[in-house]
């Protein structure tokens, strides 16, 4: 079985709501959809969300790396061999985690139909409860968080997620008004995307945010600032978590080094896919942290390939891979039964992609074939 051709498909995703978070704000998400074929007839999808504040690629940069450097390296090679898929990868170019996350999902896809089995089994088996996902809340006015809040209770949510760092001043008023309005009934936590703009500052949130509860803090500082999370690891009690800080396995030891964080976010988008997150949470759990597998808001394609890696490994024990629920049309179909997600045990990712759909939300196609 040989990677024969591959179609890479710009899409555009339209948004229930617009998202906002303390460094942007998104009236809709665009996405690239990779359709990798093989020789023998197979049909495998990856995804590329790029988000160019963490790695710095872009929709159309992205495409572009895919069709010009990523796939050439990759065309006539068995999309089982994952590891020399990798190499041929980190060969022709350095970083571009949510460009090379697309072939590594196709290749995951492509190896799991080959197979006739969920991916999850190829990587050793699946826990049996269904993974859970939290009711992810953007920068808003703290009246309207709190309605959310009690709209997200009455959905079925456990746990809430929400985005602080606007800058504005309202970050203690927002977790106040939500935490008034739901009572101990949900766990919060809450993620200040680089937000608080030094070691100090985010200390005096910490400790303004104690009376709340909050189950932990993620990316308090930004991402280059490895010193000041050692700072508030000695300075506050909270449970702390980096996300942007930790793209690669080298930005995962300086935490592991310092055990400066309980938990990291690991994505598929920053970090290449399914094959390196895998060994960054196997890092991970050496070094004494646990894992969440979070996302770039994507769609059932690289959600699902989020949740069969999830699934398979012992020391992931958070998922957020919640695009699905936030887009009002994808070309996917994972069951997200609120606050469960099922995951498909059909072959590979377990997704039927609707391609109608697909053509629907096109803006550019391209296509590269051996
Ligand atoms: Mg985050």
């Known amino acids: 079985?040989?990677?024969?051709?591959?179609?890479?498909t710009l899409i555009d995703l339209p948004l229930l709501e617009p998202f906002v978070v303390s460094y942007d704000s998104y009236a809709s998400m665009p996405s690239i959809i990779l359709t990798l074929e093989t020789d023998d007839g197979l049909t495998g999808y990856g995804e590329s969300v790029p988000d160019g504040h963490i790695?710095?690629?872009?929709?159309?940069?992205?495409?572009?790396?895919?069709?010009t450097e990523l796939i050439p390296a990759v065309l006539g090679l068995d999309p089982r061999d994952i590891t020399a898929v990798h190499q041929h990868l980190n060969k022709a170019l350095k970083g571009c985690g949510a460009a090379k996350a697309a072939v590594d999902i196709a290749c995951w896809d492509l190896a799991g139909k080959a197979a006739n089995r969920p991916i999850y089994s190829l990587l050793g088996g699946r826990r049996p409860e269904h993974p859970t996902i939290a009711r992810v809340m953007s920068i808003l006015a703290p009246e309207a968080l709190a309605e959310q809040a009690v709209q997200a209770r009455s959905q079925g949510f456990r746990h809430l997620k929400m985005k602080l760092g606007g800058g504005d001043g309202l970050d203690?008023?927002?977790v106040r008004a939500v935490r008034a309005a739901i009572g101990t009934d949900l766990a919060i936590r809450v993620d200040a995307n680089q937000g608080w703009s030094d070691p100090a500052t985010a200390r005096e949130m910490i400790r303004a945010l104690e009376p709340y509860g909050i189950d932990w803090v993620e990316q308090p500082l930004h991402a280059d600032d490895i010193d000041g999370f050692r700072l508030l690891r000695q300075a506050t009690g909270a449970r702390l978590m980096a996300d942007e800080s930790v793209v690669d396995a080298a930005d995962l030891v300086r935490f592991v080094r310092d055990r400066s964080v309980d938990m990291v976010n690991l994505k598929l988008m920053k970090s290449g896919g399914i094959t390196p997150c895998h060994r960054m949470a196997t890092q991970a759990e050496l070094g004494g942290l646990k894992v969440q597998i979070g996302s770039m808001l994507e769609t059932s394609i690289a959600s699902s390939a989020g949740f069969h890696l999830a699934l398979s490994h012992p020391n992931?024990?958070?998922?957020?891979l919640s695009g699905p629920v936030k887009f009002a049309r994808e070309p996917g179909n994972l069951a997200y039964v609120l606050p469960e997600v099922h995951v498909g045990e059909g072959p590979g990712l377990g997704v039927d992609v609707d391609r109608d759909v697909l053509a629907d939300l096109t803006v550019s196609e391209c296509e590269v074939m051996a």
């Open 55 to 67: 790695t710095g690629e872009t929709p159309t940069g992205t495409v572009e790396a895919l069709r």
């Open 1 to 8: 079985m040989k990677i024969s051709r591959a179609t890479i």
């Open 316 to 320: 992931i024990v958070s998922t957020e």
């Open 172 to 174: 203690v008023e927002r």
